[in-house]
């Protein structure tokens, strides 16, 4: 698949998880949050302390996900998406975006291992669904 085949098949999902969900606006964690739900998007935070973050209620860990959830954004260190993408692949995300600073190629390789469609490109979903701040 092309990038932008990827991206697509990505998109395609019902609800999306943004895991490493941030209530601070100033962090990526939070605009990519917003960008989803700005685009009219259903989109879930993942963060293990927060309860609720732009006014969607959160989930602690992938696991807790729904199960229609497709596809997650990950804005997490690249040490933590190593544990992602394994919660990833035991709850049957099939697409997973790594945002630019969050890769690991650890994570990377376990997760196309896993037949996941991985965007680590340097692709940012910000720019693809083009993001506004308020």
Known sequence: MTTREQIETFLASPVFGVVGASSRPEKYGNKVLRCYLQNGRRAIPVNPVEKEIEGVAVVASVSALPDEVASISVITPPSVTD???????????????????????AAIEKARQAGLNVIADGSCVLVVMGYHDH
Do not use: L, T
């Not at 544990?83 to 190629?105: D, F, H, L, T, Y």
């Open 83 to 105: 544990k992602v993408v394994e919660q990833a692949i035991a709850k049957g995300i099939r697409n997973i975006w790594m945002q630019p600073g969050a890769e690991s190629p």
